[in-house]
């Protein structure tokens, strides 16, 4: 029995999309230099804490030991304090409610966690005993560093990973984003005296941030963590990532994976920045393309083609760059077709005017979207946390969704123009050479190199 067709017609179109809120912020510098930031959510008795702490590499030289470090601090610094082991932090948060989390990225190192209103205070002190007093304690960052460098290595080994290290070391050349990960070999030589330097030395108030969101009290908030945090000082300064010069090398590389039955394909290039005012216009051309289910990629190489299951382009943000990326995972023996019809859609999407049906669908997503991602404490929480690295105030949510409703077809055939081009693009196959470079040298030159010449 065939499955029934879906009749379009009957599904009903979306709605206007909610104006996004005017955010009430109470923000304080506290005397050591942290940024204070609160948004009350009334409703729900949760609070959710984001501490962003600036921790780029700073240059190129120092970009992969400070990577290796990093990746090992972040488990690390919940190992012990002078008063509490691993557990007894773990047990203190709990206590509220919470799980005190610790990411880093080549941005920033990021405490996080969710606590009941109530334990706002105690899971503060408990994040001033981490900040002021971690150990390191030696035999466990040893087992740490070891586990990372599993990890990493594992990881390593993944063809998206190596997809995603050969065009960020294309893209970016000397610049430390050019390292996505660090060697698994460097990880595992990590110790303990190491880590507590690091600690010290970048591990500061001065240019942290401490976003709270939730049911609060805004002053008393922002007086909690000005006595919990008091002790927080520190002589360093944060170290942010310097300006990125982007590479642009026009030939294809082709990452050699013998055997593969799969190709990834990746292409990227700079994209607006969040303070850039062309970024409304370059996000919705995106969404056109190849940001969401009904954009011109999936149609194309998915849905018409069947070339593969999950394609889709998307504008990503760093602290000092940011970036239009398509990706697509395609079977070895359509990898050329597969490449000829995403540069196809590319040129047409810079060439051939958006029409109002496509403007008017990828706008309503994305307003859509970004209602969604702040409706929760801990999405809002996020992004403010996010928008305040990027050196914006909260208010620019609103901002952007206004210059989002106000983008002109013309704004987007521009922005197309100038940022989705194929000639501004970098491209990266990583699959069987031997079966995909000659098909692919029909699209223009190609140079092969083997996985661990990518960085894998």
């Known amino acids: 029995m065939s499955a029934p067709v879906l009749d379009m017609g009957l599904v009903p179109p979306l709605g206007e999309p909610r104006p996004q809120p005017e955010l009430a912020v109470t923000e304080q510098t506290l005397p050591n230099g942290l940024r204070v930031v609160v948004v009350p959510r009334p409703g729900v ?27 090992v601090l972040s488990g690390a610094v919940l190992l012990g304090t002078e008063r509490h082991d691993q557990s007894g932090i773990a047990q203190l948060v709990q206590a509220h409610g919470g799980e005190l989390a610790v990411s880093t990225d080549p941005d920033r190192v990021l405490f996080s966690t969710t606590v009941l209103t109530a334990g706002l205070a105690p899971v503060l002190g408990v994040l001033a005993e981490v900040l ?18 599993e990890r990493i290595g594992i990881a390593r080994s993944q063809p998206g990973v190596i997809a995603r290290i050969a065009l960020a070391e294309r893209r970016y050349g000397a610049h430390p984003y050019a390292l996505q990960l660090p060697a698994a ?38 007086d909690a963590a000005a006595t919990a945090l008091a002790g927080w000082t520190g002589d360093g300064a944060a170290v942010v990532a310097p300006p990125v010069t982007e590479q642009h090398p026009g030939v294809l590389q082709v990452v050699d994976r013998p055997g593969a039955v799969q190709s990834n394909v990746r292409l990227g290039g700079p994209a607006p920045r969040r303070t850039d005012p062309d970024l409304p216009a370059v996000r919705l051309a995106n ?38 990326v398509v990706e697509a995972d395609v079977a070895t023996e359509v990898t050329g077709p597969a490449l000829l019809e995403t540069l196809y859609e590319l040129g047409r999407m810079a060439l051939l005017p958006v029409t109002d049906a496509e403007l008017d669908g990828a706008r309503r997503y994305v307003l859509g ?40 077809l013309d704004e987007v055939q521009e922005a197309a123009r100038r940022y989705l081009a194929p000639d501004a693009l970098t491209a990266v196959v990583v699959g069987d050479a031997a079966r995909i470079a000659e098909p692919l040298r029909a699209l223009g030159p190609v140079e092969v190199a083997a996985a661990d010449e990518a960085g894998a």
Not at 47 to 70: D, I, S
Not at 190 to 198: D, E, G, H, N, Q
Not at 378 to 392: D, E, F, K, R
């Open 185 to 222: 070999e460097q990880v595992a030589l990590v110790r303990a005296a190491a880590l507590r330097k690091l600690h010290r030395d970048r591990v500061v108030p001065a240019g942290s941030t401490l976003v709270l969101v939730g049911d609060l009290d805004p002053a008393a908030a922002v």
């Open 287 to 324: 969404m056109v393309f190849g940001g969401y289910f009904s954009s011109r990629l999936v149609e194309n190489i998915r849905e018409r083609r069947g070339y593969t299951y999950s394609p889709r382009s998307s504008v990503d943000h760093l602290a000092a760059s940011s970036s239009f």
């Open 132 to 149: 002021t007093s971690a150990t390191y304690p030696n035999a466990q960052v040893v087992a740490e560093g070891a586990r990372v460098a």
């Open 369 to 408: 979207s970004m209602a969604l991602s702040t409706a929760t404490h801990a999405g809002l929480a996020s992004t403010v946390s996010a928008l305040l690295g990027a050196g914006l105030a909260p208010e620019w949510l609103a901002e952007h969704q206004r210059a989002l409703a106000a983008v002109t």
């Open 45 to 71: 008795p949760l609070v959710e804490l984001r501490l962003r702490v600036p921790f780029a590499a700073g240059t190129a030289r120092a970009a992969a030991q400070h990577a290796a470090r990093a990746s």
